[in-house]
């Protein structure tokens, strides 16, 4: 008989890393198996905006001081066509590259007992008391963390969700643009925008993207990067580490399946369509998917009680997505952030973590 762990999961970057954090903060006595095909530390494209939520989350599990000798970012910059808002958020965030944020929070799983094993999973096949990977590796429960393309939503049966196309680059931070995120959106149907994020060490990320829609060429490398120079001319100067890459976007009915297998983050198509924001999401999933992993054959059924309040700031996010798409909504939504700072940090909560549309930011659209 194989040996067959209590937990294993496909994928260590934000979502798995969490979900061997979750499992073994339940029960440490766990065998967590954590398997990426990458070696850390590794590049992955990203905004690399990380906001203080995710933190609370990680101090949740007794992860702490993770980014302490990164520099906060305290302001964030809206643009539209004439219209912005540049206000101080009501809690700092943090850009910080996901080669250094992936691999120190492996380095926390790692430490906690998770064995880390580099190893592509290819196949996955769910058996009455168990799951395997790749015909040889056996575990009781399985997390599917393994990205946009991930192999196990694949083997679930579970099809494509809508996407959106991002580039993303690093250049030296340009003058104005210190010590804050600058977001400026582009003409037209939206979510679409271009951003540079001061990272606080004279760099930034820089980039460009928007939603895909079906039936239509998807921008080529050369359009997305003449976008982001229109919307911010010059940024991308002097610019490295060109990357695209697809985000899964969030609907408005999420649910996880029951069972032995549950997926966490991009791989359960876990991304922010107002925003892009994937990191807060990939966290909270993966700490929850640990969690229910206790659970053995109901990890699935436990895994749904825990997320339900998150999937209620889904139907939110997916909401507040398809009004940002209207140009005159997402024009209200810049004005009353400018008047408002309590609208503001709702947006933000909203965006970046697991806020909701409040009343005051429905009154504040009416208004405008």
Request: net charge positive; glycine share 10%; with cysteine.
């Amino acid at each position: 008989m194989k040996p067959v762990w209590d937990l294993a999961i496909v994928g260590a970057g934000p979502a798995g890393a969490s979900a061997a954090l979750g499992a073994l903060a339940a029960d440490p006595t766990l065998s967590v198996l954590l398997l990426d095909r990458a070696d850390f530390p590794r590049d992955k494209t990203c905004g690399d905006g990380i906001a203080p939520h995710v933190l609370d989350l990680l101090a949740s599990v007794g992860v702490s001081g993770l980014l302490d000798d990164w520099t906060p970012v305290r302001r964030l910059s809206l643009e539209r066509d004439g219209l912005a808002v540049d206000r101080e958020m009501q809690r700092a965030t943090w850009v910080v590259p996901r080669e250094v944020f992936d691999a120190r929070l492996v380095e926390a799983a790692v430490a906690a007992g998770a064995q880390l094993v580099n190893h592509r999973i290819r196949s996955v096949e769910v058996l009455p008391d168990c799951v395997l990977l790749d015909s040889t590796i056996a575990a009781k429960v399985v997390i599917g963390a393994d990205g946009a393309q991930s192999v196990v939503r694949r083997a679930l049966g579970q099809g494509p969700a809508p996407a959106a196309l991002a580039l993303r680059g690093y250049a030296p931070t340009r003058e104005g643009r210190e010590e804050r995120q600058v977001i400026v959106y582009g003409p037209g149907r939206q979510p679409s925008y271009a951003w540079s994020f001061d990272r606080g060490d004279g760099l930034s990320n820089v980039g460009y993207g928007e939603a895909l829609h079906p039936g239509r060429a998807h921008p080529t490398r050369a359009d997305l990067l003449e976008k982001l120079e229109k919307l911010l001319p010059d940024s991308t100067r002097d610019g490295t580490s060109w990357k695209a890459h697809h985000l899964p976007l969030t609907t408005w009915r999420w649910q996880p399946r029951r069972g032995r297998v549950l997926l966490a983050g991009d791989a359960a198509a876990l991304i922010n369509p107002m925003t892009g924001e994937g990191i807060y999401y990939a966290v909270a999933t993966g700490l929850h998917a640990g969690r229910a992993a206790v659970a053995g054959a109901e990890a699935g059924t436990v895994y749904r009680k825990l997320v339900r309040p998150l999937a209620v700031h889904f139907r939110h996010a997916t909401l507040a997505g398809r009004l940002s798409g209207a140009p005159r909504i997402l024009d209200a939504g810049i004005r009353g952030a400018a008047a408002d700072q309590g609208v503001f940090d709702d947006l933000v909560a909203l965006g970046l973590a697991d806020g909701r549309i409040t009343r005051r930011v429905l009154r504040s659209l009416v208004r405008r």
